[in-house]
């Protein structure tokens, strides 16, 4: 297990992408769009992904003519303090949305699959499953990855097109909903979910070359961003503003409106295991990401000492919030106000601080 580990291309890309984006659509991420933005919440997934794209592209420019790695541009760029400041803040974000997930993917296994087994087991599993595939290393997770996003968005259409015969266009008008300016805080807060997609950059060394990631940031946030529109407005369509906003798992109640016929029934038990590997891979990427900045940030050989500490902290964490609407309030409170804007501010600190060195030495050839 190395920081720097093998040659990803853009199937690995694409994989990473998933694992970090997914997540957020079986969570109750949906409703609170809903409850904010209005009829237009459909609207805040491509939004946000195109801001998104434009700052990981910055991101990509900038390590084209730099340096390998964020990590190490921001050294480059803004010197000792620079690569400490942003090793720190984007530790912190991984690290956190670890800690969020494990808890919240923890408590909805327990609501919808397994309410006789005790809480602080399936975080426990959560956690050493976490644990186990980042041992492996960060291409084992991504081909993985890859190889359920088929399976996945298969599922995801399924349930879509099973609501079919619910759906309500007239739900969706009228457009504007609550408003536009409604739609800001939402954006928001979906571009701080986004903050995880900065491994991109921080494991760039480890793919095949600078083209690889850029397909990898287009199609893969592109593409999860089109899936994530389209659910939210199959889901507000199917469900309306006022009651698709109460729902505390909205795929999980889409799921358990469809209806083949008397034989095949309750098919939200099949989604629940989706659900689940993508929880346990979005956990093990984002806890892969917190370990390779710390061991970037310690100056260690390797990160393994590391892993067991690291993943029993986050185990522990993940159980102290005393219900799942404290952690809801948490988690938008930590992507609105902290990684949304921390995010933007370290990519813009980066491009004036690049564009600054390329004008001096401009100056210094003439």
């Known amino acids: 297990m190395s920081y720097q580990s093998g040659r990803m291309g853009i199937a690995e890309g694409i994989g990473l992408v998933f694992a970090v984006t997914m997540p957020l659509v079986f969570l109750s991420n949906p409703a609170y769009l809903i409850d904010t933005a209005g009829s237009l919440n459909w609207v805040m997934p491509l939004t946000s992904g195109i801001i998104t794209i434009s700052l990981l592209s910055m991101q990509q420019a900038l390590l084209n003519r730099q340096a390998f790695d964020l990590l190490s541009l921001s050294e480059q760029l803004l010197g000792r303090l620079g690569f400490y400041v942003v090793g720190l803040f984007y530790l912190f974000a991984l690290y956190a949305v670890a800690c969020l997930w494990t808890r919240e993917f923890a408590e909805n296994t327990l609501l919808t699959a397994l309410p006789n087994v005790t809480f602080s087991m399936i975080v426990l599993l959560y956690g050493l499953c976490a644990m186990l595939l980042?041992?492996?290393?960060?291409?084992?997770?991504?081909?993985?990855?890859?190889?359920?996003?088929?399976?996945?968005?298969?599922?995801?259409?399924?349930?879509?097109?099973?609501?079919?015969?619910?759906?309500?266009?007239?739900?969706?008008?009228?457009?504007?909903?609550?408003?536009?300016?409604?739609?800001?805080?939402?954006?928001?807060?979906?571009?701080?979910?986004?903050?995880?997609?900065?491994?991109?950059?921080?494991?760039?060394?480890?793919?095949?070359?600078?083209?690889?990631?850029?397909?990898a940031i287009y199609l893969g946030v592109g593409g999860v961003s089109l899936l994530r529109s389209t659910a939210n407005a199959v889901y507000t369509a199917s469900f309306g503003g006022l009651v698709g906003a109460e729902n505390i798992l909205p795929f999980y109640e889409m799921a358990r409106l469809i209806y083949l016929n008397r034989y095949i029934q309750r098919l939200e038990?099949?989604?629940?295991?989706?659900?689940?590997?993508?929880?346990?891979?979005?956990?093990?990427?984002?806890?892969?990401?917190?370990?390779?900045?710390?061991?970037?940030?310690?100056k260690l050989p390797t990160p393994k000492p590391l892993l067991f500490p690291l993943g029993l902290i986050m185990i522990n964490i993940a159980g102290i919030p005393p219900d799942v609407g404290g952690v809801s309030e948490l988690e938008r409170t930590l992507f609105i106000k902290i990684l949304a804007p921390g995010f933007v501010v370290t990519t813009l600190a980066l491009l004036a601080a690049g564009v600054k060195r390329s004008g001096k030495r401009s100056c210094n050839s003439s």
């Open 134 to 215: 980042v041992y492996f290393g960060i291409e084992a997770v991504t081909r993985a990855s890859y190889l359920i996003l088929p399976f996945a968005i298969g599922g995801l259409f399924l349930v879509l097109g099973g609501l079919a015969p619910m759906i309500k266009p007239l739900f969706l008008f009228p457009v504007l909903g609550n408003g536009i300016a409604a739609t800001v805080t939402p954006t928001i807060f979906l571009i701080g979910a986004s903050t995880p997609l900065v491994l991109i950059s921080l494991l760039a060394s480890s793919f095949q070359d600078r083209q690889t990631i850029r397909t």
């Open 269 to 298: 038990s099949v989604f629940i295991l989706l659900w689940v590997m993508s929880g346990v891979l979005g956990i093990t990427v984002c806890l892969y990401g917190s370990l390779s900045i710390l061991t970037r940030l310690l």
